[in-house]
């Protein structure tokens, strides 16, 4: 029988992924890293094969989602308070970015920063 697996999230760095691998790991789920041998050998190509890939068996995909968002960081201002969404309220966003264009994904760090609601997906600038 085939595995299929479900992606967590996707980080820019190999280290950032660790601390969340090793909980899930705790309680028992298998915990797959796509692509972390390649940013370890390169990481200045992270933005470009969309980072480490945080993944999980199908099955363990409801506990291992209960698991992340209990741990998960989510996007705060300058000020240290976490960001709302103006559409539905909710306190979970994370840092966002397009990526559209041919100029910012080969110079990612000059695109504006933005946030996407967890909740209900709305993209919002600061």
Same mark, same amino acid.
């Given at each position: 029988m085939e595995q299929e697996f479900y992606t967590l999230g996707a980080f820019e760095f190999v280290a950032d992924v660790q601390?969340?691998?090793?909980?899930?790991?705790?309680?028992?789920? +298998?915990?797959?890293?796509?692509?972390?041998?390649?940013l370890n050998s390169d990481p200045l190509i992270s933005s470009a094969?969309?980072?480490?890939k945080l993944q999980v068996?199908?099955?363990d995909k409801d506990r291992a989602l209960e698991i992340y968002n209990e741990i998960r960081n989510y996007?705060?201002?300058?000020?240290g308070? +976490?960001?709302v969404c103006p559409n539905c309220g909710?306190?979970?966003?994370?840092?966002y970015y397009?990526?559209?264009?041919?100029f910012h994904k080969l110079f990612p760090f000059f695109e504006k920063r933005k946030y996407k609601c967890l909740n209900c997906n709305m993209i919002t600038k600061p």
């Open positions: 601390i969340i691998k090793g909980k899930l790991e705790s309680e028992g789920i +298998p915990v797959f890293l796509r692509d972390e041998n390649t094969i969309g980072g480490v068996y199908t099955l996007a705060i201002d300058d000020h308070k +976490p960001i909710a306190q979970k966003s994370e840092t397009e990526r559209k264009s041919i």
